[in-house]
């Protein structure tokens, strides 16, 4: 079915400001998938059709939900990609940064020298692979995202406050690391918000529940118009952010694949995030 | 050196209430210790000395300090160990159960018939090998204490929410789940409250941060004098006595053993208390 990073990150982010997309698909791309895009009001002029099959990947999950294992990766027309953004793009401020290979990743945000805030996510691939372009990338962007046992791999620190300082060394003034059904933590130097997971009654699928809390964080921040380099900014609008994260992530796991999409409105949303303030405010 | 969880909680929960301990040590119980719980106002009067050694237990934790293995354990004085409450002890309205046999958590809970609450600790040993006593034990308890991969255990659901609500079908009316450096989530039939652990630059040593989580939240429900069955009764009050004991769980952890609290102050854990508001509250 339908899926990758853009796809989750670009549904989620919808509900909160325009979105514009970068990538590939082939030719067996369907067209009810790009009309489900296109339907949120997606902008797909940045989505290239090109000769081939579209990018494929499927892995099974293991009881608990917590570990999943991949079954094939087929990178198709993915494999020769190199991001062009459309001019009408560039000036855009706000730029998300799916997990990639950083080369790649630097491309974009090379081409998006004006943007105001400028977010990425990583995987343990690129830490043991790429390590070198993936630090160069991380260094050119505000806010990097990343799981708990990756933010270990990159720094070598097994205590999240001291990982969470090695990586705002690195570049990012802005950092989050996610801690699946735990939930997630920012980071600043002088400050730190800690979000529960909402609890579910069933998990049916956790795959793209990170991108979605990724689209949910930038979504919120972008439909704030937040500078995280201004002074005077009420890291509250971090905090309610990352809480809007968690929502998103929280609705891609109740169905399949993007389906819970299909239905997901703003009330929802909202309706949700109200009941994030019940369970954590004390 | 001095442990156990009825030393723990009985220190800890000194920082709130007025406590008094039922428990038995040997001849080799040290002046110095008996000094340190007297010092923190604790009554003894229930601390019985028998011949023999004390109880003692020494294990070992892994690098990530998440898991722990048992190196010794002597039951000693222990071994006979039959929990007799002095009369002044029967009024008492607060009552907390550390991790022991659930047969003698039941003898102690049908001397204390008037208590107003009732809560108890157990663990996997208890789950496993004495099922029934301990679910006996439970049906008289009000507050359930027990970490997630025990609460699994004990119903057979993999699922948090799933495994709270056949646990508030045992009997205890208000259930928290441990998820050590993840914190803690408080279910009751119409509410709930998660509750992350306060970040440590380094956690010395996590042996007894449960009890002294335990101690915190039961310490500051006796102070408020809390009856769970109170129908007006504000669950923000609960959520409170949640940080309440987040924050002796951190600062248990901050040395090793009960050193900790040689030196700690009301003033310091307020001051913690605050510093959750501060990275919970948007």
Redesign the interface.
Known sequence: MLGGACTYISLAASYFTKVSIVGVVGEDFAQEDWDLLAGRGIGLEGLEKAPGKTFFWSGVYS??MNDRETLRTDLNVFADFDPKLPESYRSMPYLLLGNIQPALQAKVRDQMDGARVVAGDTMNLWINETRDDLLAAIGKWDILLINDSEAQLLTGE?????AAKAILEMGPNTLIIK?GE??A?LFRDDY?????AY?????FDPTGAGDCFAAGFMGHLAAREVDLTDKSLDP?TL??A??YGSVMGSFCCEQFGVERFRTLTRAEIDERYREF?G????
């Open positions: 009881e608990d097994k205590n999240l406050k001291k801690r735990y939930g933590v730190h918000f800690v979000a529960p609890l579910l009654d069933r998990v509250k905090a309610q990352v809480v303030q369970f954590t405010q004390f």
